[in-house]
């Protein structure tokens, strides 16, 4: 999942990375651009959490506004 979506934003020009904390994985830059503010976590914007079931969106709307924000 993970890159899939990077992938498919890196298509329309937009590169993201992330980074992970068990079991948070965290929206880390946009285009370079650092990401600032929390969500769901103390410590960064999370994007995903990792479950047996692999990973799961926090919530897409709130990722793709800060994506939007960031950008």
Do not use: C
Request: charged share 20%; net charge positive; hydrophobic share 40%.
């Amino acid at each position: 999942m993970l890159q899939s979506l990077h992938n498919k934003l890196a298509r329309i020009g937009v590169d993201v990375t992330f980074i992970g904390n068990y079991p948070w994985v965290y929206l880390d830059t946009v285009n370079g651009k650092q990401v600032t503010g929390t969500f769901q976590a103390n410590h960064g914007f999370t994007a995903f959490f990792l479950t047996k079931k692999g990973y799961e969106f926090t919530n897409v709307r709130e990722v793709f506004k800060k994506i939007r924000e960031t950008l």
